[in-house]
């Protein structure tokens, strides 16, 4: 499980838009527990099935393709404003979460746009993709795909993150109409795999760069929004 801390939440606050299970406080203490299908392997993160209280999710009612790209859009300009300002160095440091980097976060953040892309024309034709669960989970892909984007540049790193973003987004504009009006299988993976993942990586962008600054007395520039 995930302290609260670790995701620069206080005590009671809530996440929104957090995934299939959403995010569980428990009660009278300072932990979150995920849903089923929340993280995609986050580091840290235990999945529980105990007793949990619910997180409002306002993003499971009726919407049209603009205001599913509006939510999507929002979502995805916090994440790029979290890291806002950082220099080359500070983007590649480790430490946070575990010891993934700003970078290693915006690889993963890509992979999971890659697996979108590669899995919602599947869903759009009726099909359903291959369960992670052959691949060994979902953890184990994390660290499989995380490993081969390790070496990287950080040039290449963010030419990735933006150009998959622009191809998904791209592919959104063409699918059909009808895929975005309700909690459809189509729009169910796409909300997994984008505007309710980025606010996880968000709020631990946000809470490392807090704590960080805080801790080395560095004079930074928040990121936008903070």
């Given at each position: 499980?995930?302290?609260?801390?670790?995701?620069?939440?206080?005590?009671?606050?809530?996440?929104?838009?957090?995934?299939?299970?959403?995010?569980?406080?428990?009660?009278?203490?300072?932990?979150?527990?995920?849903?089923?299908?929340?993280?995609?392997?986050?580091?840290?993160?235990?999945?529980?099935?105990?007793?949990?209280?619910?997180?409002?999710?306002?993003?499971?009612?009726?919407?049209?393709?603009?205001?599913?790209?509006?939510?999507?859009?929002?979502?995805?300009?916090?994440?790029?404003?979290?890291?806002?300002?950082?220099?080359?160095?500070?983007?590649?440091?480790?430490?946070?979460?575990?010891?993934?980097?700003?970078?290693?976060?915006?690889?993963?953040?890509?992979?999971?746009?890659?697996?979108?892309?590669?899995?919602?024309p599947v869903v759009?034709?009726?099909?359903?993709?291959?369960?992670?669960?052959?691949?060994?989970?979902?953890?184990?892909?994390?660290?499989?795909?995380?490993?081969?984007?390790?070496?990287?540049?950080?040039?290449?790193?963010?030419?990735?993150?933006?150009?998959?973003?622009?191809?998904l987004i791209a592919?959104?504009?063409?699918?059909?109409?009808?895929?975005?009006?309700?909690?459809?299988?189509?729009?169910?993976?796409?909300?997994?795999?984008?505007?309710?993942?980025?606010?996880?990586?968000?709020?631990?962008?946000?809470?490392?760069?807090?704590?960080?600054?805080?801790?080395?007395?560095?004079?930074?520039?928040?990121?936008?929004?903070?």
């Open positions: 499980m995930i302290p609260f801390a670790a995701l620069g939440l206080a005590r009671g606050r809530r996440l929104r838009d957090a995934g299939a299970g959403g995010i569980f406080a428990a009660r009278g203490t300072g932990e979150l527990f995920a849903g089923s299908g929340w993280g995609k392997g986050y580091p840290g993160l235990r999945i529980t099935n105990g007793r949990r209280r619910p997180v409002v999710d306002a993003i499971m009612g009726r919407m049209n393709r603009e205001q599913l790209l509006h939510k999507l859009d929002i979502a995805w300009t916090a994440l790029r404003s979290s890291y806002d300002g950082l220099s080359d160095a500070q983007l590649t440091e480790s430490g946070v979460v575990e010891e993934w980097s700003v970078k290693d976060i915006l690889a993963h953040v890509t992979i999971w746009e890659e697996e979108a892309l590669t899995h919602l759009m034709a009726g099909g359903r993709p291959p369960r992670y669960a052959a691949q060994g989970g979902i953890d184990a892909f994390n660290a499989r795909k995380t490993a081969e984007k390790r070496d990287l540049s950080l040039a290449t790193v963010l030419e990735q993150h933006e150009e998959t973003h622009r191809r592919f959104l504009a063409t699918a059909p109409e009808e895929l975005f009006t309700r909690e459809t299988r189509f729009r169910h993976r796409l909300r997994l795999d984008t505007y309710s993942h980025y606010p996880i990586h968000t709020a631990a962008i946000r809470a490392w760069r807090a704590r960080t600054y805080s801790e080395s007395g560095e004079n930074a520039r928040a990121p936008s929004g903070a």
